[in-house]
Structure formats: C-alpha cells, structure tokens
C-alpha cells in the first residue's frame, strides 16, 4: 500500500511561508489525484487544496486561494504545498491523501469535510503541524 510522509511544517509568523512535501513511497501516477487537508483545533477537516495526477490540473478552496500553490515532482513521487502569507487561520495539522477515484477536481472542498468521502482516499500521511502565530 502506498505510504504518504509529510514534512516541512513548523512555526512561522503571519505573513510568513512555508513549503510542506508529501513524499510517496512509490509512483503516484496510477493515482487520480492526492490532496491536502488540514484540521484545525476545534474545527471540522478541511479539504484545502488537490492535484489531479493525470493531468496536473489544480483546486484550492477559496481560503487559501492565491496563497498556496500544489505542485508536484513525478521524479520525486513528491507534491507540494507552498504556503505564502499565512494567516493565524492556517494553524492546523495539514496532512495529504492520495485516491485512485475520481470525482469533480471542483467538489475537493465541499467533499473534503465529509468522512465518508474522505475515506475514498486510501492513503494517508500522518500529518504536519503548521502553527501561525507571533
């Protein structure tokens, strides 16, 4: 089974960036697409942000759009989140998936607070802290 293992998280000021890594164990081009999802404290799950394997294409929620960008590094079996301006909002525990089923790249974020449809995704990292604050 695909093993997903996140790193790059930390603490950083608002305003600040970071670059979180999803590095798969294997390839991920047999994979529909891996996505990015965070937790805050209190708050539901959030999907935030996937890419489509086939093709490249992209989804960011609107709260995180124009701040981060997903992309990826086939040679690396590796995705990124950069994450610039980040916001006291954005402390959560970001933590990425990969899924063989497809669905509409535009439903990423209403789905993506639903456990049942999160658990079409099969593989799961452990996830990364990211805590804005001063």
């Known amino acids: 089974q695909l093993q997903l293992v996140e790193s790059g998280g930390g603490l950083v000021q608002p305003g600040g960036s970071l670059r979180l890594s999803c590095a798969a164990s294997e390839s991920t081009s047999d994979y529909y697409a891996i996505g990015w999802f965070r937790r805050a404290p209190g708050k539901e799950d959030e999907g935030i942000s996937c890419?489509?394997?086939?093709?490249?294409?992209?989804y960011y929620d609107d709260s995180v759009k124009g701040r981060f960008t997903i992309s990826r590094d086939n040679a690396k079996n590796t995705v990124y989140l950069q994450m610039n301006s980040l916001k006291p909002e954005d402390t959560a525990v970001y933590t990425c998936a990969a899924t063989s089923l497809s669905f509409a790249l535009s439903r990423f974020g209403a789905l993506g607070s639903q456990q049942n449809w999160r658990a079409g995704f099969g593989s799961w990292g452990q996830g990364t802290q990211v805590t804005v604050s001063t």
């Open positions: 890419i489509r394997m086939t093709d490249g294409s992209t």
